[in-house]
């Protein structure tokens, strides 16, 4: 079946400008992840939806990134008046539950680019 | 939440056993652990996850130390398409929060 979709693939835009990035998480998945990725680090947590609610939301950034998740399955990330250190690949996974035995499946991310 | 210490890179010869280890020492009771793989310009792939007892499928083995407090994944026989970095980490927490870290790059050589 398909695996997480993120769109788009690649992004660049100017400084300032507002973005926002898609999830499409596997059909029946029930939990969605954000992670960001700077170059040559590890994953950064961003937030976490149980369905449509986000339990905590202290792992983003700054007040400038916001998410939501609307019927249980398409996410997007939000990233207004953005800053040269947003640069980085957003990573989407999706669990079937947030249970310890369902591992996370990634998607491929989309690389934003701030010029 | 709990954090990971992996070394930062390893090389093994194509065909032999690749064995990554990794410390978990802050791991709480009903903390499982996990390990990923990531190869470049892609999203972490799933290789594997135990809880307490020793796990082994298709793509390694997981070996869980008594205390539980490490473990090390097992590529029975790497090949040059192992090549990539390797993620251990530990969840669900309370608070969701995954920790990576920034992994072990393993190399594998031909």
């Known amino acids: 079946g398909a695996g997480v979709s993120q769109s788009p693939s690649n992004k660049v835009t100017e400084k300032g400008k507002d973005v926002e990035l898609r999830c499409d998480p596997i059909s029946g998945h029930t939990a969605l992840y954000w992670y960001r990725q700077s170059l040559g680090q590890g994953l950064e947590f961003l937030i976490y939806?149980?369905?449509?609610?986000?339990?905590?939301k202290s792992g983003l950034p700054s007040d400038r990134f916001s998410a939501e998740r609307t019927g249980g399955s398409v996410s997007t990330l939000t990233i207004q008046r953005t800053q040269q250190e947003d640069s980085a690949v957003y990573l989407c996974a999706s669990s079937l539950d947030r249970s310890g035995y369902q591992p996370q499946h990634f998607g491929d991310g989309t690389r934003l680019s701030i010029l | 939440d709990a954090k990971t210490t992996q070394p930062p890179s390893m090389d093994c010869a194509e065909g032999r056993a690749a064995n990554l280890p990794c410390n978990h020492s802050?791991?709480?009771?009903?903390?499982?652990v996990y390990w990923y793989r990531q190869i470049h310009s892609q999203g972490p792939q799933y290789i594997i996850h135990?809880?307490?007892n020793n796990e082994t499928n298709e793509m390694a083995s997981l070996i869980i130390t008594e205390d539980r407090k490490s473990s090390t994944l097992i590529l029975p026989h790497a090949t040059l398409r192992d090549t990539a970095v390797y993620y251990c980490?530990?969840?669900?927490?309370?608070?969701?929060?995954?920790?990576f870290g920034t992994g072990t790059r393993l190399k594998v050589l031909a």
């Open positions: 135990g809880l307490k």
């Open positions: 939806f149980q369905g449509n609610s986000a339990p905590d």
């Open positions: 980490i530990v969840g669900p927490s309370g608070t969701y929060k995954y920790i």
């Open positions: 802050t791991i709480s009771g009903n903390e499982y």
